[in-house]
């Protein structure tokens, strides 16, 4: 079982950055792509990108290409999302997920994080 604890939102700017964190314990946390969702009051959750199992590869959804970057540190089970250049329709609720030997693209996730809130101000 693969708990995954996200931590790093907040309130910030249009036009700030801001860097989400997701720990994950309780498993080979290298063997596990990654994958960062959200979701906006009102809204379903969509994705916004994933990493691979072995680092190597990432995707994002066109809505943060270019802006957001997915990384991972599995000396520290920990997977990254920096968001630079938000805007406020990246204000939602963001979470992620693992699933073993995934690749970078959407995924059916096996193990989900609580979330944590993003709010972006005009």
């Known amino acids: 079982q693969v708990q995954l604890v996200e931590s790093g939102g907040g309130l910030v700017q249009a036009g700030g950055s801001l860097r989400l964190s997701c720990a994950a314990s309780?498993?080979?946390?290298?063997?596990?792509?990654m994958g960062w969702f959200r979701q906006a009051p009102g809204k379903e959750r969509e994705f916004v990108g994933g990493?691979?199992?072995?680092?190597?590869?990432?995707y994002y959804e066109d809505s943060v290409k270019g802006r957001f970057t997915i990384s991972r540190d599995n000396a520290k089970n920990t997977v990254y999302l920096q968001m630079n250049s938000m805007k406020p329709e990246d204000t939602a609720v963001y979470y992620c997920?693992?699933?073993?030997?995934?690749?970078?693209?959407?995924?059916?996730?096996?193990?989900w994080g609580q979330g944590t809130q993003v709010t972006v101000s005009s």
């Open positions: 990493i691979n199992w072995g680092g190597g590869s990432t």
């Open positions: 997920a693992a699933k073993k030997w995934a690749t970078a693209s959407k995924q059916e996730y096996t193990y």
């Open positions: 309780g498993g080979t946390f290298s063997t596990y792509g």
